[in-house]
Each structure stands twice: as C-alpha cells, then as structure tokens.
C-alpha cells in the first residue's frame, strides 16, 4: 500500500528534482559513513611513561633497573611538527612526507612482539641468537671490509661495516613470567644491552606491541617476527637480500616471509577444514578491499617480515590498527608512501619512484601449538576490520599528515 502513493509521487516529480533528491541522499549517505568511521576507526592509545624503558641482564642482579629506551620516532616527531608549522595555510595539505631518520647504531633490530609466551619464546630465542651471532656478531665493529662499488648508487646506502644486533621483546601485558624467562636466557648468554625487553602496562594486541617496539628500534634492517617460531630465523638472511634488490633511490624497501608456497602441503592440509575455507575467504576479501600492490600479496598475513631502515618514518608514524591486521595496513602504506627521486650513476635525479616495493619470498614454516588466534572469531573481525581500515583512509579519517 506504500509503494502505489510512493510510485505516483515519483510519477508526478519533475525529472531535475528527483535528480537533486537522489544526489542530497548520496552525499547524506557519505557523510553519515564519515561521521560513523570517526566513531569506530581504531585509535591508538597514548604512550605511558614507563612503556618507553626496557630492562635488559645484568651479571650481578639479574636484571637492570629501567632504562630509557631510545626513540627515533619522538625526534621525527618534533621535525615533523615543526616542518608542518612553517608550511603556508594554502599549502597546509598534503604535507611532504619527511623520510628523515636517525642513523642506525646496529646492523639488525628483531622485534618479538609477546603475550604470555614463557612457553614458546625460548626455543625462538635460541634459534635467533645462534644465528644473529653467526651472521652479525654481538658487537658493531665490521667483519669484512666493504666493496665501494658494492651498491649502486643511492641514498642512505647502509654502512656495509656496521654490525650487531639487537633484539627487543615487547611484552604485550603478559601475566605470565615470560619476562622471567627471557631475562634469564639474556643472563645466561651474556646478552646485556642486547635483548631488551619494554612492558606495556596494557595489553594493545599484536599490532600495537609491533608498532611501539618499531618506534624504538636501532637497526639498518628491522625485522618483526612471531615469539612462536614457527617461521625458520635463518630465511632473515634471505630477506635483507630481498629488501636490497627492492630498494629504491631512498634504499626503502619491504621484504616479507610467504607460506603461499606451502598451499597443498602437509603443513597446511594438517590445518582444519574450517581453518583453511576462511583462509582463503579472508583472501578473498584482502584482493577486493587492498590497494592493486597489496592486492597481489599472496600472503600478508605471516608474522616473519623486514624493513629497511629508511622505509620506517613512511609506515610507522600512521599506523592506527593494533589487532591481526596491521600487517596489511603496513602494506598499504608502504605502497602509498610518496615519490622519491631515481638516481643515475652520476647522483643526478632521473625520475621517481612512487610507493615502497615489496618482495614476497618464500620461506620454511611449521605450525605451533598454543596459538591464541580464535579461528571464526577473529576471522569476522578480520575481515569487519579490513573494511574500516580501507573506508578510513580512503575517506580521509585517517591521513598522512599528523595535525
């Protein structure tokens, strides 16, 4: 009985007023949806005071007081602001990205994001100490010379003679005595100053422990990497040469670990069926929602992942996802990251590059027990997420601009 009086209504409207109607509908539509992501987009929490100090071994007491942990980030921070303050209003938006970063102290920095994992660190820990040792050695003095010629011209080519490494365990508010067990390992293993470990005083979720170890780190190359193990620590080597031939003029680049090559495999079909439907429906979705880059990742979801150090100032400062998904939002931006000049052999400009590249190499995994992923629950919020994540910035809540 309402849609006759509603169909003569239509009927008897002029064509340029039902046009005008269906217009105002649409931009009200939008505007409710941009109101509505201002109200459910995620947020990060601001840092507490204590989350910016880290306790590493001592010889002596076991442990160290907190220590003040260096922060690359709150100095871009105060730059950034500062280069915003001198911008003219009619230039106000969009600000130039800055790249600028602190020199790396340490060829490598891991970052072991942790939730109650007394369980599972310690063979990870091992596994990654052996070969960091191996590899980079404790300390920051050269192992071989480096070739002059060994790079091809670019900007913030990494010191080829800095070594060491690095290693901060973000404790994500466990209530367990993962703390415990990872000082006790670095006591051990003489390990001072080298394994830190930061505490949030309230658990983020993956992708915020990520994020905050990120803004903390010292590293030529920084590597995120799952407290479980499950990725072989030894494919790192594989990354660093992956991020190397990606790089562009800047030396930013992204290398990440990929199981897609393991579809079929024991260590897949073992998974169950449930498990591996809503995998691939997650796919799905990630191809439909992402950016053309990100789209064509076959595997974005792998906890084994590697970033150069000039890459960080594009990625971190924006990050706002702290759950599972932050993965595919630090994919997202690297590939939205702004221009920077080609260079030719000469040092002269030839063009540019738009975006950070990313190389997807395949590594060895194996499944662990005790993950704490709920398969259909976080899956619906994976996907919930995904969508708010992408309405956000393409609807400019969220912006690379900080003010």
């Given at each position: 009985m309402f849609l006759r009086p509603l169909w003569a209504w239509v009927q008897a409207t002029p064509v340029y007023v039902l046009l005008v109607l269906f217009i105002a509908l649409i931009l009200l539509g939008l505007l409710a949806l941009f109101l509505l992501l201002h109200l459910v987009a995620p947020k990060p929490r601001p840092t507490f005071p204590s989350e910016k100090t880290y306790l590493t071994s001592h010889p002596v007491t076991g442990r160290t007081q907190p220590i003040p942990l260096p922060c690359w980030y709150d100095r871009w921070l105060a730059e950034r602001h500062l280069s915003e303050g001198r911008v003219q209003p009619s230039e106000a938006y969009p600000t130039t990205d800055i790249g600028s970063i602190e020199p790396a102290e340490v060829r490598v920095s891991v970052v072991f994001p942790a939730y109650n994992e007394e369980d599972r660190v310690l063979p990870t820990l091992e596994e990654a100490v052996a070969y960091l040792d191996d590899q980079f050695g404790r300390y920051t003095l050269p192992k071989t010379p480096a070739s002059p010629?060994?790079?091809?011209?670019?900007?913030?080519?990494?010191?080829?003679?800095?070594?060491?490494?690095?290693?901060?365990?973000?404790?994500?508010?466990?209530?367990?005595?993962?703390?415990?067990?990872?000082?006790?390992?670095?006591?051990?293993?003489?390990?001072?100053?080298?394994?830190?470990?930061?505490?949030?005083?309230?658990?983020?979720?993956?992708?915020?422990?990520?994020?905050?170890?990120?803004?903390?780190?010292?590293?030529?190359?920084?590597?995120?990497?799952?407290?479980?193990?499950?990725?072989?620590?030894?494919?790192?080597?594989?990354?660093?040469?992956?991020?190397?031939?990606?790089?562009?003029?800047?030396?930013?680049?992204?290398?990440?670990?990929?199981?897609?090559?393991?579809?079929?495999?024991?260590?897949?079909?073992?998974?169950?069926?449930?498990?591996?439907?809503?995998?691939?429906?997650?796919?799905?979705?990630?191809?439909?929602l992402t950016p053309p880059a990100t789209s064509r990742i076959r595997d974005t979801q792998c906890g084994f992942k590697l970033f150069s150090r000039a890459s960080l100032p594009h990625i971190v400062p924006y990050m706002h996802t702290e759950g599972w998904i932050f993965d595919i939002e630090m994919l997202m931006l690297a590939e939205s990251a702004p221009a920077t000049p080609i260079l030719g052999s000469d040092g002269s400009v030839i063009g540019t590059s738009a975006g950070i590249k990313v190389a997807e190499l395949p590594i060895e995994w194996h499944e662990v027990g005790g993950s704490k992923l709920n398969v259909i629950q976080d899956s619906i919020k994976m996907a919930i997420g995904l969508a708010v994540l992408r309405a956000s910035w393409m609807f400019g809540v969220y912006r690379r601009r900080l003010t």
């Open positions: 010629n060994s790079k091809r011209h670019m900007r913030n080519v990494p010191k080829e003679t800095l070594g060491g490494y690095e290693i901060i365990l973000v404790n994500d508010g466990s209530t367990d005595k993962t703390v415990d067990v990872v000082l006790k390992f670095a006591q051990e293993n003489d390990l001072h100053d080298i394994i830190r470990v930061v505490t949030l005083e309230k658990n983020r979720g993956k992708g915020g422990g990520v994020t905050h170890g990120f803004r903390h780190v010292r590293g030529e190359y920084v590597l995120f990497a799952d407290a479980d193990g499950a990725s072989r620590f030894s494919h790192l080597g594989k990354l660093i040469e992956g991020c190397e031939e990606v790089a562009d003029g800047s030396h930013r680049g992204v290398a990440i670990g990929s199981r897609a090559h393991l579809v079929g495999s024991e260590a897949v079909v073992k998974r169950s069926a449930l498990r591996n439907f809503l995998m691939r429906c997650f796919h799905l979705v990630l191809m439909i």
